[in-house]
């Protein structure tokens, strides 16, 4: 009998590559189905390739897209991948060391310069994106659309009106998922047609409102647990004193608030539940599980989440399989039966 759960994946650029090490593992447990995800920026970008895969060829598919995805992304996707791989491994620095080493390049602090005088339609105005060919290339949309494999729930953020956009079933394209993916200061917003406005619309990262949204799980899946994954810090002891570490700090506090929000309306729900103010089946209740690794998160900044260096995303995907093998160790009988966060405590002020 197999465990029906969702995924909530957040966003964090590069950092995703965390995210990817969490899915291999979690794809190899043949008693957890996963029923639906919905996931912001690189957090979209893991969904639609898990989801790619496994119409294609299954558990074993959607790991085998997973890596191939990742693998083009940092550029190690030719014939000597495995053993550049392996090397990285065996000789690469700490994450704090890379981190500081990335903060303190020329060309790092370049961009940020230009980023903070100039918006994306003066420095870029041809649009380029470095993503767009390997999104459009590997991410067939009849296959991420089709209804074979987990339901995908892409968020964006809309640029005129504020609110969150949801893409789902034959709405999530490449534009989609690049648009939940839109760092307004990098990117010039992605426009889509909405058969809703008759209009195209303008979304930024789905970050800003949502990251990810949790809501379209409640009215568009039935498994009752959550499981989220977090790149996104929650706590951090150390008080940003320098101007990447404060940008760092406000994105995370700015990238966790709607998640926040969400959690408050899981517990508040699931309190209603327990106390028989309202029925049981009149509203759902949710178990929230997380998975995450704060000690390495808080090693990282802003600029690792920008730079796509092939050492740090193998070093966060090895470290994303811990923490999934670490999960399971702890919580595995929990699983379908109740939540393994404590909701009170993460939401308290």
Known sequence: MTIPINLALQGGGAHGAFTWGVLDRLLEEEEIEIEGITATSAGAMNAAALKHGFVLGGRAGAREWLDTFWL???????????????WLRAVSPSPA???????????????????????PYQFNPTNFHPLRGIVEEMLDTSVVCSDKGPKL??????????KPRIFMGDE??????????????????VEIHDPRTGRLEAYWDGGYTGNPALYPLFYHTRAADILIIHINP??????????SEI???????????????????????????????IAEGTMKRNNVHSISDDALMNQLGMVTKLTL?????????????????????????????CSTVDLPAVIAS
């Open 72 to 86: 083009r992304v940092s550029g190690l996707d030719g014939v000597f991948g495995d053993a550049m791989m392996d």
């Open 97 to 119: 060391i890379t981190a500081r080493f990335l903060e303190a390049s020329p060309a790092v602090l370049a961009t940020e310069a230009i980023t903070r005088l100039l918006s």
């Open 172 to 189: 999530i394209t490449a534009d989609a998922i690049l648009a939940s993916a839109c760092l307004p200061t990098l990117y010039q917003a």
């Open 309 to 337: 260096n092939r050492a740090l995303l193998l070093q966060l995907k090895d470290a994303g399989r811990a923490a999934m093998e670490r999960f399971l160790a702890e919580n595995r009988p929990s699983v379908g039966r």
């Open 234 to 243: 929650l706590h951090r002891e150390e008080l940003p004193r320098t101007s």
């Open 153 to 162: 729930f892409i968020n964006a953020t809309n640029v005129r009106d504020g």
């Open 247 to 277: 940008i760092s700090r406000i994105n995370e506090v700015s990238f966790n608030a709607s998640l926040l929000h969400e959690l408050r309306a899981i517990a508040f729900v699931n309190r209603l539940l327990d106390q028989g103010v």
